[in-house]
C-alpha cells in the first residue's frame, strides 16, 4: 500500500496528517516541533482505521501541536534566560537559571537546571550550556558511532578513526575521502534514531563518496527505514541545541 496524506476535522480544526506504511506491528502517532503529524502503520491497514485513531487522538494531536508553538523556538538566536526551551536528545526542557557560587548544569526529566555566579549573563550562560552539550555529544556520539560500526562491518565497512564534533549550521554531518567523519553539535538535539542515521549515511560514503543509486542501495541494507528517519531529521532542521 502506498503513502499518502490526508486531514481529519476535528471541531473547527482541521488536522493534516501523512501515513507512513511498512513492516511493523503497532500503529503509532507523531507529532515533530514543526506540527507535522506523521502516522505509521502496518503493511495493509485499512485507511478507515487509521482515519478513526486520528480522530480518536485529535486533541492529544492539537495539545501537543500547540505546545511545539508556545514552547518552541526555532532560531539560532536565544535569549539564555529561564523559560526559555532548549532541545536534548529530541525532548524539549526549559531552562531555570539560579544564583550560586559554584558553576553547575543538570538535566531532569522537567527542566535544565542551570546554577552559576552569573545568571543575568546571557553570553555566559551560552557558554557554559554549549561546554554541557559538547560533553554529551561527545559522549552520545562516541557510543553511537561504537554501536553503528558494528552493524557497517557486517557489510564490509571498516572505520577505526572514531568521529569529530563541531559547531555546523547548515549541515548534520560529513566525510572526507580519506574517512575523517564530523558530525555536528547541533545533532544532539534530535533523537538517537536521527542520530544513528546521520553515523551510517557517513559510513556509507567510506564506500560510495556520492549519493548515486549504489550508495542509497548500501544505506538501506544498514537501515531499511532511512527515508523516516531522513524524513524526521529534516522536520528537526532548524532545532538548534545552541
Known amino acids: 500500500m502506498s503513502n499518502f496524506e490526508t486531514s ?10 501523512g501515513v507512513i506504511f511498512s513492516a511493523r ?22 485507511v ?4 478513526n485513531r486520528v480522530k480518536q487522538k485529535s486533541a492529544w494531536i492539537i495539545k501537543q501541536q500547540n505546545t511545539f508553538k508556545s514552547n518552541l523556538v526555532l532560531s539560532t538566536k536565544k535569549t ?21 557560587l559554584k558553576e553547575k548544569i543538570s538535566l531532569s526529566e522537567r527542566q535544565f537546571k542551570i546554577e552559576t555566579r552569573k545568571p543575568d549573563d546571557a553570553d555566559h550562560i551560552k557558554k557554559r550550556l554549549r561546554m554541557w552539550y559538547r560533553r554529551e555529544a561527545e559522549r552520545i556520539f562516541t557510543e553511537r558511532y561504537n554501536d553503528c560500526i558494528q552493524s557497517a562491518f557486517k557489510i564490509g565497512i571498516e572505520h577505526d578513526l572514531g ?5 555546523m549550521s547548515k549541515r548534520w554531518g560529513s566525510c572526507s575521502k580519506r574517512g575523517k567523519i564530523i558530525l555536528s553539535l547541533n545533532l544532539i538535539a534530535t533523537p538517537i534514531v536521527c542520530i544513528d542515521h546521520v553515523i551510517l549515511h557517513e559510513l556509507c560514503h567510506l564506500k560510495e563518496f ?10 538501506r541494507t544498514l537501515e531499511p527505514d532511512w527515508k523516516q528517519k531522513s524524513t524526521q531529521l529534516d522536520m528537526m532542521g532548524n532545532v538548534y541545541c545552541v
Open 8 to 17: 481529519v476535522l476535528y471541531g473547527g480544526t482541521t488536522i493534516n496528517y
Open 25 to 46: 506491528k503497532t500503529l503509532g502517532i507523531q507529532v515533530y516541533p514543526d506540527g507535522k503529524v506523521i502516522v505509521r502503520a502496518p503493511n495493509k491497514t485499512d
Open 48 to 51: 478507515k482505521v487509521i482515519y
Open 80 to 100: 539564555y534566560l529561564s523559560g526559555e526551551n532548549h532541545y536534548y536528545l529530541g525532548q524539549s526542557y526549559p531552562l531555570t537559571i539560579r544564583d550560586a
Open 163 to 167: 568521529i569529530n564534533v563541531r559547531v
Open 210 to 219: 556520492n549519493h548515486s543509486a549504489k550508495f542509497y542501495q548500501l544505506l
